[in-house]
T-cell receptor, first 108, second 114 residues
């Protein structure tokens, strides 16, 4: 049973487009993290959200934690080829539980 | 700045063979863990350790053993490899076991069992 469901699993867009990735669960998490992974490398932390309703911005990336702390979203404005990679959400439910990942491809 | 180092980077095993995946960190982190990554499955926790001498099972521990004799090292042993263990394995560490502590990952070991 997957505690965290990410959608979409694959996303291919043109440079300059906006996109949103979703991370949903039926469980309440004490915190949620987003990681980005490039081919041949391990995931790297982008952000941690802790409070329900919290919004954090990292340049063109906006992260939101749902009010009930069961869901989160990642919005990228004006995507660039350098944003290409696998985006993973991880919820703290005892140990960290990872979603399946969203594979993003941004074409120039 | 080494961080988390995993060796080897690639490995091919025959069914029934054994091997050890090495993981070392130089950040003096107490918490270390092993994940496997399979397509469409995300990262699944195999084993973890909250300090030297202490280990515990994660979500998918069957077929794997671990030990933690030092803070720096956390090897993962496959006693009798099976094709179902074909995967990419990641070692990670974090400063604390708190839920907000970020995980620092190595670059992975790609294992193929034939």
């Amino acid at each position: 049973t997957q505690l965290l469901e990410q959608s979409p699993q694959f996303l291919s867009i043109q440079e300059g487009e906006n996109l949103t990735v979703y991370c949903n669960s039926s469980s309440v998490f004490s915190s949620l993290q987003w990681y980005r992974q490039e081919p041949g490398e391990g995931p790297v932390l982008l952000v941690t959200v802790v409070t329900g309703g919290e919004v954090k911005k990292l340049k063109r990336l906006t992260f939101q934690f749902g009010d009930a702390r069961k869901d989160s979203s990642l919005h990228i404005t004006a995507a660039q080829p350098g944003d290409t990679g696998l985006y993973l959400c991880a919820g703290a439910y005892g140990d960290k539980v990872f979603g399946q990942g969203t594979e993003l491809s941004v074409k120039p | 700045n080494a961080g988390v180092t995993q060796t080897p980077k690639f490995q091919v095993l025959k069914t029934g063979q054994s091997m050890t995946l090495q993981c070392a960190q130089d950040m003096n982190h107490e918490y270390m863990s092993w994940y496997r990554q399979d397509p469409g499955m995300g990262l699944r926790l195999i084993h973890y350790s909250v300090g030297a001498g202490i280990t515990d099972q994660g979500e998918v521990p069957n077929g794997y053993n671990v030990s933690r004799s030092t803070t720096e090292d956390f090897p993962l042993r496959l006693l009798s490899a099976a094709p179902s263990q074909t995967s990419v394995y990641f070692c990670a560490s974090s400063e604390e076991t708190t839920t907000v502590s970020p995980l620092h990952f190595g670059n992975g070991t790609r294992l193929t069992v034939t």
